[in-house]
């Protein structure tokens, strides 16, 4: 399958080592070894992205931007194939694109101490900092309504409606706690109608392995534009709060290994408002704790909607798995909304509110 992909590009198979590459859940990609010259190849997959021309074009508009105006900032772009385009596609294998490897870089699968943390903010903070007077409405949703809240509720309430009774009425404790959080779907749709909410030029997919780490932990720059889409601030801030702040993971069935670590917190604060604290509005900045409560129980609305519709939309690994996962999540906005007026604190120091 490979070969006519490389050779679109004009790399001959048989003199390149061909190894897999991270643990993305979406796409595949490979790493590819020809001498020297390293490139990282990936098939898009087109079930989740409908239209991967779409990322393509997202990805050259800020790029473009980005080196007219700053030109030392480190942007990974794909490579032309032979024929001149940025996606190669043959009916048979689908959609493919090559990026150049940067030499020295590592990707990290799980935050290991706070200072990963500050500088994967501060990668995602500035990223939308330098692309913050750019002309967002010319980018294209890669993802539709990929973080609309009220959809998911909506979604969440079809599936109560529909889904199968016997997992519903197990799930009884997750949809009580569904159900009792829904002001945050309420603040949600005050944000969108608000225009002290800014509409920005979004990453929407901050886990920390979508930072490239160099020598000594430095962070270099942000990968995976997949998702680089119009958004809130919200998205970018509340997939960090998901994912740094517990020692656990999504997939931990010992809840009580979930907790809210400050000291992670604090690093996301002041790497991320480091780059946009002249950037964001005070109402913007007051929802700094609100992001991660958004993120975490959309999330965990999506675990518990896919449950109750007999895992149709992630699939389970074993029986109950997203009942699990929408529980760990559900534990972790309630350890979240404990902590919440002490990290309002936090936020309110930093920012001088």
């Given at each position: 399958m490979l070969q006519t992909v490389l050779q679109a590009y004009g790399i001959a198979e048989s003199q390149v080592d061909i190894k897999p590459f991270g643990n993305g859940l979406i796409n595949h990609t490979w790493l590819i070894s020809n001498g020297k010259p390293q490139y990282i190849l990936q098939r898009i997959n087109d079930l989740v992205f409908k239209n991967p021309e779409a990322i393509s074009h997202n990805v050259n508009a800020a790029a473009n931007y980005l080196q007219k105006l700053y030109p030392d900032y480190l942007f990974?772009?794909?490579?032309?194939?032979?024929?001149?385009?940025?996606?190669?596609?043959?009916?048979?294998?689908?959609?493919?694109?090559?990026?150049?490897?940067?030499?020295?870089?590592?990707?990290?699968?799980?935050?290991?101490?706070?200072?990963?943390?500050?500088?994967?903010?501060?990668?995602?903070?500035?990223?939308?900092?330098?692309?913050?007077e750019f002309n967002v409405s010319s980018l294209k949703f890669t993802l539709a309504d990929f973080h609309n809240l009220s959809l998911r509720y909506k979604q969440f309430e079809q599936a109560l409606a529909e889904g199968n009774s016997a997992r519903i009425q197990q799930a009884e404790e997750l949809i009580v706690a569904a159900t009792s959080n829904k002001s945050i779907v309420d603040t949600f749709e005050k944000i969108i109608g608000n225009p002290l909410?800014?509409?920005?030029?979004?990453?929407?997919?901050?886990?920390?392995?979508?930072?490239?780490?160099?020598?000594?932990?430095?962070?270099?720059?942000?990968?995976?534009?997949?998702?680089?889409?119009?958004?809130?601030?919200?998205?970018?801030?509340?997939?960090?709060?998901?994912?740094?702040?517990?020692?656990?993971?999504?997939?931990?069935?010992?809840?009580?290994?979930?907790e809210i670590r400050e000291e992670y917190f604090l690093a996301i604060l002041e790497g991320y408002l480091g780059e946009l604290k002249d950037e964001l509005s005070d109402e913007e900045k007051k929802h700094f704790v609100y992001a991660g409560k958004f993120m975490i129980y959309m999330q965990a609305l999506r675990?518990?909607?896919?449950?109750?519709?007999?895992?149709?939309?992630?699939?389970?690994?074993?029986?109950?798995?997203?009942?699990?996962?929408?529980?760990?999540?559900?534990?972790?906005?309630?350890?979240?909304?404990?902590?919440?007026?002490?990290?309002?604190?936090?936020?309110?120091?930093?920012c001088s509110l």
């Open positions: 990974v772009t794909s490579i032309k194939t032979l024929s001149d385009r940025d996606i190669y596609f043959d009916q048979e294998n689908g959609y493919f694109r090559l990026s150049p490897f940067i030499q020295n870089s590592r990707t990290i699968d799980v935050v290991e101490d706070p200072q990963q943390a500050f500088k994967a903010a501060v990668q995602f903070g500035r990223l939308t900092k330098l692309l913050s909410f800014k509409i920005r030029a979004t990453h929407h997919d901050t886990k920390i392995s979508n930072v490239l780490f160099g020598e000594n932990n430095k962070g270099l720059c942000v990968i995976d534009l997949d998702t680089l889409m119009p958004g809130y601030f919200i998205s970018d801030v509340g997939d960090m709060l998901r994912t740094y702040l517990s020692p656990v993971s999504e997939e931990e069935k010992n809840f009580a290994k979930i675990f518990l909607t896919d449950y109750l519709n007999n895992d149709l939309y992630y699939g389970a690994k074993y029986e109950g798995h997203n009942f699990v996962r929408a529980g760990n999540q559900f534990i972790l906005l309630s350890k979240l909304i404990e902590k919440e007026e002490r990290l309002q604190e936090y936020v309110a120091d930093f």
